[in-house]
């Protein structure tokens, strides 16, 4: 049994990664959180056919800064994958974007 969690699920990486994930025959459940749309990502994925996965959706319950269900997701897991992030903006640097992302990978990472 293989638990594969992402973190980011719902972005414009974590989507097609997740999908991928679904496919894959050796990833026994799925684990799919993101701050928002997470839900909406694991309803669209629970049609893809042929699959055995146990598949569940995790968001935060009360707000942003609500970890349950992060630690929830991350629960048991054997494999982490953190795609979360956001996009480089004009006149931003690249240790801003570091720094910006650095401290969403160490949320995902407690």
Request: hydrophobic share 40%; net charge positive.
């Amino acid at each position: 049994m293989v638990k594969v969690t992402v973190l980011g699920a719902a972005g414009g990486i974590g989507q097609p990664l997740s999908l991928l994930l679904r496919l894959n025959s050796k990833v026994t459940e799925l684990s799919l959180y993101d701050i928002v749309n997470a839900n909406g990502i694991t309803a669209d994925l629970s049609h893809v056919p042929n699959s055995n996965q146990t598949l569940k959706g995790y968001e935060p319950l009360k707000d942003k800064q609500d970890v349950s269900q992060l630690q929830r997701s991350l629960s048991d897991s054997d494999v982490v994958i953190i795609p979360a992030g956001i996009p480089r903006k004009p006149g931003m640097t690249r240790d801003d974007l570091f720094k910006v992302n650095g401290s969403i990978v160490r949320v995902g990472c407690l």
